[in-house]
């Protein structure tokens, strides 16, 4: 099974998480493409998005010279920890995964260029799987053989679009991801698999954290789905419901504040007092 | 009262240069050459600054601004997720401005233009801004909202005619019974009844209603004498709403012709403009696009006339269109101050009014029908409302709604608008109402959702 992974910036811990663990399993991705990091769209959106503490505060772990290798202390989502850890040391970007694995590794101004194409191209995937950067457009989803995997933070067809485990939080849906195939809709395309985030998972401290725990079983189902795939033991179900609009949009705070409370009340009845210690 | 003649009226809202009522020879020939009148408006404004040379410190920092914020803002996905001004906080600054606006006649001011200061009095938002006054006085507890109410409504029984009619545009500008501005009055009229119960009040809002039935068209709509252009308009569905509020107070007084039907009747006419794709047609304003504010009139209108009258294919009509307009500001962060066909636009300026008015149709589809992505739209369109909001700046200007943003742009250029501010203040008045009955916690951080 030939693979490219689709990295929003070569220090997207999903995407380093996501190469390493395919590698693990046995399937070294065939090459890797990722936006740039000083890019000035991208640094706009991260400052707008996490504000400039969060911001400067990534920038530091991911940039300046390391103290130890443990990735615990560089990691920003420690559920990924063990997906980074190799030997004694850590993965902090996908460069040293793909040293690591030996594949290459290039940086795209964006990933729909003709250069980021005949990248991709080259390696003649049989799958792309993204982890982030731009809305693709179809010259890149023909590319592989069997399509572009997205992993989505929420159940399809249900909550489609942003902020997925929030609203499903607020919508009473079941917290878990989808991997399917990407196709011009948004989140619209064929569905390979479902999967629940299991109770025991759920003990999270925020929705941050919520988030984080969803991202690390979305890397971990991924491996799964591929070697599923490679032996044709699943297929893509086209999603039903695609009429009704199902598109969700990035969260307000004070919506958050309300799925943050909507968390805890749900955890509280699903873990007993003793279990939490 | 006073005896006004029946004739077009020009809503000050949809005018470009917003001189409100004209005579119908200058109106036909602004539409076919707008260009003199503009050019002799905006030399008239201009002239302004040479008598109060005083408002070029603020015309100067209002435009800096603006450029600057055009040259280095620009919307993304995750832009006004977070709260940076307290709603509370601004509510009380735009309730300033409206205080402030308030003439000494009792009426409130059309705008303060940056050029030529404080219009006069404005019939039409006097009457529909007395809801909101009422409103904030209960949620602050605030006196003052109350007098101002008062006041307000003490002015506007003095300018009804006998066959209880209102004027349409600034007051003196023109004496011109128009059925919308008596539609918005009656809304106010309407509300001060049922906080005062005051009989006179009731009478004069039974008089405006009587009048709107009989120069009602037998399909609903309303046009010729009275109507704007002579035309008719769907985004007279705001009178239809009117009526509707009317209905619940005083249907028992007109057995003859129930207020509530005349409200139906316009609602089933407005509905048959409404097409697959969720645009509207017939807002019919020769000469002017179709402004985002007359589109959300239109929606609002049929949606509280819909929630009224019990009315679901209303309520489903507004919703389809609401939500087509809430993917364009969700994808975009932006949504243009006018449309053509199809919700297709050419525009890159936004008229804040009509932003203000989507937040509160959405908010209110969020009460009717529990979707909480119409409550989070609007909660980021009222943190946008928020941050173009001047904070400081005086009388006039500070806690005022701009008609465009940048504010050189075609919708009501360098004013800050009365109506403009009515609507950003009912819309923070829902915000806090949803946010109490959904008991959100306060002033806890969270990082946003990535």
Known sequence: ???????????????????????????????????RSLDSRTLRRKLGQWGARRFFSYATTKLLPRKNEDAQTHTVNRYLTSFLNYGSKAFRSLREVGMYYGFPVAVCRDQNESPSIAFMRERSPDLIIFTGGDILRQPVLTVPRLGVLNIHLGFLPEVRGMSAPEWSLLTNVPLGITIHYMNAGIDSGPVLGKFELPGAARDCDSLTDLRNRLIAFGVEKTAEVVAALDRSLISANPQSRLDQDNQFFVMHEVLQRRAAACFVQNRKLAIPEAARG | MKNLRIEQAAPVSAGVNGSGHRQRNLVNRQLHDPTPALLARALKESAGLLRAPQRLLPLAQRLTSDFLREIFERPHLYSYTTTKRSSTEILDLVLGWIYNAQRLDGGIAGYYSLLTGYSDSYPEVTGYIIPTLYDYAKTADDDRAVHAAERATQWLLSLQTPEGAFPGGLHGSHMHASVFNTGQILQGLVRACRET??????????????????????????????????AAHTYYSMVAWALAELSELADHRNPCESYGAAAERNIDWVLR????????????LRGHPNYLHFIAYVLQGVLECGILRRRSDAIDAVKKSAWVLLRKFEASKFLAGAFEGDFKTKHHFTCLTGNAQMSCVWQRLYEVSGDLRFFNAALKMNEMLKELLPMGGGKGIAGGVSGS???????????YISWGCKFFADALLLEQRITQSLQIPRNKTLPCAS
Not at chain 2, 222 to 229: C, D, E, F, L, V
């Open chain 1, 1 to 35: 099974m030939r693979i490219v992974i689709l990295a929003p910036s070569v220090y997207s811990e999903t995407a380093c998480a996501t190469a390493a663990n395919l590698a693990q399993s046995g399937y070294v991705p065939s090459g890797a493409i990722a936006l």
């Open chain 2, 197 to 230: 119960k005051t009989p006179d009040v009731l009478d004069s809002a039974i008089a405006a209603g009587d009048w709107l039935i009989r120069m009602q068209q037998s399909d609903g709509s309303w046009s010729g004498p009275g109507a704007y252009q002579d």
């Open chain 2, 273 to 284: 403009h409404f097409h697959p794709s969720g645009w509207i047609g017939g807002i019919n």
């Open chain 2, 405 to 415: 943003h940048p504010i050189w742009c075609r919708y009501q250029p360098l004013r």
